[in-house]
């Protein structure tokens, strides 16, 4: 099994255009070379038949920037199949307008995300006109790949986008992902977004080699403490990493399994290499993911 790490920042990507904090401020004098673009996920068991994990807004230079998505010479055919949505955030869903022009691909939603891509920001009527997508619910266990990727959706969250924050559809609203590979019993877990660390979570990451987890924030109360305002980490759907119940605590002593952050807010101090932060996760043994990272079970 082979995971691309395509973008690892939250929305609006690291530099975020309109802010100037100091994350922000680092990363622009640092230059390119340690920009963050937007979470996506690529995952594949086999060379010719590759799966996004959302699509963000960055997804078209993202996939210009991975070999393995690239159409064979003198074709218009690419090994991408499809695509997972965790949610209907905007930054999870607005790069699917990218993907226009591409031959028919299989999205995958929870039906609560599928709904409000429907009618609360209708993104299905928007691309119908453009090729034949092929909506499909997320529920249980998924068999792709002609069998040999099973996918396994792990609800996490009922927090809604802000377009469809009014809506009493039922959850869930947001959901990680569980792949194993059939043939070489390879498994890992992506859970980009986490508003709460329910049962299932653990029982997935049971036998499995790699976990790539929501880093969109260090503490609780960042965004006040960084920006002045805002609402607390788990009102914005996302568990801290540290402090008291933090994701940290979580991950220490999993021996065996790869740990990585990704979506990492531009106010996570975790986000710079040198920070105190990023030392307190490499004494953890846990990582933060970089944006084309490849890594192989």
Known sequence: MRLRVLGTAAGGGLPQWN?????????????????????CLAVSASPDAWYLVNASPDVRTQILATPGLAPPGGTRHSPLRGVLLTDGE?????????LREGAALDLFAP??????????FPLRSLLAPYGAARWRPVAGELRLDDGRLRVTAIP?????????????????????????????????VYAPSLARWPEELDAALSGVG???????????????????????????????????????????GRTGIRCLY????????????????????????????????????
């Not at 905007?90 to 990218?98: F, N, W």
Request: some cysteine; proline content about 5%.
């Open 111 to 120: 039906a609560a995300v599928t709904a409000a891509l429907t009618e609360d």
């Open 156 to 188: 996490v969250s009922d927090k809604r986008p802000r377009y469809a924050a009014g809506s009493t559809r039922p959850g869930p609203w947001v959901v990680a992902y569980r792949f194993d590979d059939a043939v070489t019993g390879a498994a890992a």
């Open 90 to 98: 905007l930054d999870h869903t607005a790069g699917l307008l990218a």
């Open 262 to 297: 990704t979506h990492l807010n531009n106010t996570n101090p975790a986000a710079d290499p040198a920070s105190r932060e990023r030392s307190v996760l490499a004494d953890a043994l846990v990582e933060v993911a970089s944006d084309g990272q490849d890594i192989r079970l």
């Open 19 to 39: 802010c100037a904090c100091r994350g922000c401020s680092r990363a622009r004098a640092a230059g390119p070379a340690v920009w963050r673009s937007q979470e």
């Open 210 to 252: 790699c976990v790539i987890l929501d880093g969109t924030f260090w503490s609780e109360d960042e965004m006040e403490r960084v920006t002045g305002h805002g609402p607390g980490a788990r009102a914005m759907g996302h568990l801290p990493i540290g402090g008291v119940g933090g994701t940290l605590g979580r991950l220490r």
